[in-house]
């Protein structure tokens, strides 16, 4: 696992050591919200830092339109977001308090899950799923499909893809992998956190209700960060990345990802936008898993000292002795560069 400099520690010591907790006892409260791609490793972090520095983060799953608009609204201290805001939603962010930063906090795959009988491995690659997604192939045992699974029984079943019905960075993630692998999606989908899908395709809210609909529908599809595929032991495939390789969504193909991903300049939106943001999927090398997505953390990068104090704190916390957790919990940690420039870019945010 990738760990900070001496030096880092030596400094997140003293950090923590006067800047989270309360005073008489009292647990500091910050408010956050957004992305469910995080909310698995952001729920354990909450529990730890609750144990060890006696400060609640209270974080609400509802994705990562919500996060946006809420840290926009100031309705939460920060948001999170898969998708990085684009010019747009800075604008507005700016009218309504000034400047923000996003701070990436985890890294981790979109598996697509299955609910097929009888087909314990599958291999599917970016064209063949923006086909499905397009509705031009609609039926489990289409000879496209029994190509990349040769000796495997695919039942005469139709196929429902299912995606998210609310604003979603998941969605972001896979819509921009489908682009990048079919100009067709591209252009009658496109990339977007609520992408207009073909009728046929389900929606359904929270990464949880679409791995409930998966689990609970024969012939059904869909995409989730891969801790709510093995939390909810659903089937999910293995991909074809761009070299031509099949991975599945383990903690070093995306790791492979990063590294790939982070060799290339950021220069279209709305990655150019952000210092820190990057686009991961469909990265190159053999070993890379193509549908690899970050979480970022959303703030004002002027904020009020009382909260916002805590809120710095803990997320350099979290980008750092916090991605202890990430390997258990499916993510992968963040390279130490990134910890570093995390930690570079929250010293910015000032107090007022």
């Not at 916002?308 to 002795?321: I, Q």
Request: charge should be neutral.
């Amino acid at each position: 696992m990738a760990r900070v400099s001496k030096l880092m520690a030596l400094l997140l010591g003293a950090v923590l050591a006067w800047g989270c907790g309360s005073a008489g006892g009292r647990a500091a409260r910050v408010s956050a919200g957004g992305a469910t791609f995080v909310d698995p490793i952001m729920q354990k972090w909450s529990g730890e830092y609750k144990r060890t520095q006696n400060v609640e983060v209270d974080y609400v799953a509802k994705g990562s339109g919500y996060g946006i608009t809420n840290v926009t609204s100031r309705n939460i201290d920060f948001g999170c977001s898969d998708a990085p805001m684009t010019a747009r939603e800075l604008e507005a962010a700016k009218a309504a308090g000034g400047e923000v930063v996003h701070v990436p906090v985890t890294i981790g795959a979109v598996a697509i899950i299955y609910n097929l009988p009888g087909v314990a491995e599958l291999r599917l690659s970016g064209e063949l799923l923006a086909d499905v997604y397009l509705r031009k192939i609609t039926r489990w045992n289409d000879p496209a499909i029994g190509q990349l699974n040769p000796g495997v029984a695919l039942p005469d079943l139709p196929i429902t893809p299912t995606a998210r019905a609310e604003g979603s960075g998941t969605s972001n993630i896979f819509t921009e992998y489908l682009s990048k692998r079919s100009a067709e999606f591209r252009e009658k989908v496109g990339v977007g956190k609520s992408p207009k899908f073909p009728p046929g395709v389900e929606g359904k809210n929270g990464s949880d209700g679409l791995a409930d609909f998966v689990r609970a529908t024969n012939g059904s599809l869909g995409y989730v960060e891969i801790a709510y595929a093995r939390r909810g032991n659903l089937a999910y495939a293995s991909l074809v990345n761009r070299a031509g390789k099949v991975v599945r969504p383990e903690a070093t193909a995306v790791t492979a990802a990063v590294g790939e991903a982070m060799k290339q300049p950021q220069d279209t939106e709305p990655y150019s936008l952000h210092p820190l943001t990057f686009s991961f999927t469909d990265a190159g090398g053999e070993t890379s898993y193509p549908i690899v997505g970050a979480s970022y953390a959303i703030l004002f990068k002027k904020l009020p000292a009382d909260r916002g104090r805590v809120v710095v704190d803990f997320l350099k916390w979290a980008v750092s002795d916090g991605q202890k957790y990430a390997t258990e919990l499916d993510y992968a940690p963040l390279p130490t560069e990134l910890t570093q420039k995390a930690w570079e870019l929250l010293d910015t945010v000032t107090f007022e």
